[in-house]
């Protein structure tokens, strides 16, 4: 069966530090990876997704990036962050453009 | 542009009651729509789905009714648990990506 990792749960960071954020997906090969971002009580926003190694889709300009160096693992960075991008982060893979199965999460805030 | 939203931001229901969550949208294109549930801290998690080319699919508990003339979607749970206490969200897919909704709460009282 597949899983669907992401690391850390939780990370609490200060303005204007570097962020990396870490998914992961086990069973499945070449799956489509998405990042998106919720705020509190709010619904999902797409940020990013990959439809394979290197290929990355942004949804949204902003201060933050995503790379997928092997087919099963997505990264979401920031080299500088900023007070809005505090949020809980979620990972999510799917075998095509439809379902689309969610990470457990990161919450992040930055003071 | 196109867009999925619920009618009802909270609901509130008595344990063993049946509960419907809402959903319009308004792009004609969609053909495949999901239900998702998410709990207080945790990521979404998948309920049950419904393509274009059906009105009615039930899954343990659950029913999903898709009224394509007037762009509607519905959730339907029945006898509601206190473990159901959670967010529900419906998306769909018509193009590359999925299209939130914002939400509804459902609230489960013993």
């Known amino acids: 069966s597949q899983t669907i990792h992401q690391w850390p749960a939780t990370l609490v960071q200060p303005v204007g530090s570097p962020l990396s954020l870490e998914c992961t997906v086990e069973?499945?090969?070449?799956?489509?990876l998405y990042w998106y971002r919720q705020a509190a009580g709010r619904g999902l926003q797409l940020l990013f997704y990959?439809?394979?190694?290197?290929?990355i889709s942004s949804e949204v300009p902003q201060n933050l990036s995503a790379s997928r160096p092997q087919d099963r693992q997505f990264i979401l960075s920031s080299k500088k962050l900023l007070l809005s991008d505090s949020g809980f982060y979620l990972c999510?893979?799917?075998?095509?453009?439809?379902?689309?199965?969610f990470g457990p999460g990161t919450r992040l805030t930055v003071l | 542009g196109e867009s999925v939203g619920l009618h009802l931001p909270t609901l509130s229901v008595q344990e063993g009651d049946n509960s419907i969550i809402n959903c319009a949208y308004s792009?004609?294109?969609?053909?495949?729509f999901i239900w998702y549930k998410q709990e207080s801290g945790k990521g979404p998690q998948f309920i049950i789905d419904?393509?274009?080319?059906?009105d009615k699919r039930q899954g343990q508990r659950v029913t999903v009714l898709l009224n394509k003339t007037v762009k509607h979607l519905s959730l339907q749970i029945a006898a509601t648990q206190p473990g159901d206490s959670a967010v529900y969200f419906c998306?769909?897919?018509?193009?590359?990506?999925?299209?939130f909704g914002k939400g509804t709460m459902l609230l489960v009282s013993p």
């Open positions: 999510a893979w799917g075998a095509s453009t439809d379902t689309q199965y």
């Open positions: 069973g499945t090969s070449n799956p489509n």
């Open positions: 990959s439809v394979g190694i290197g290929q």
């Open positions: 792009n004609s294109a969609s053909d495949y």
């Open positions: 419904i393509r274009s080319n059906m």
């Open positions: 998306a769909e897919t018509g193009y590359s990506t999925l299209t």
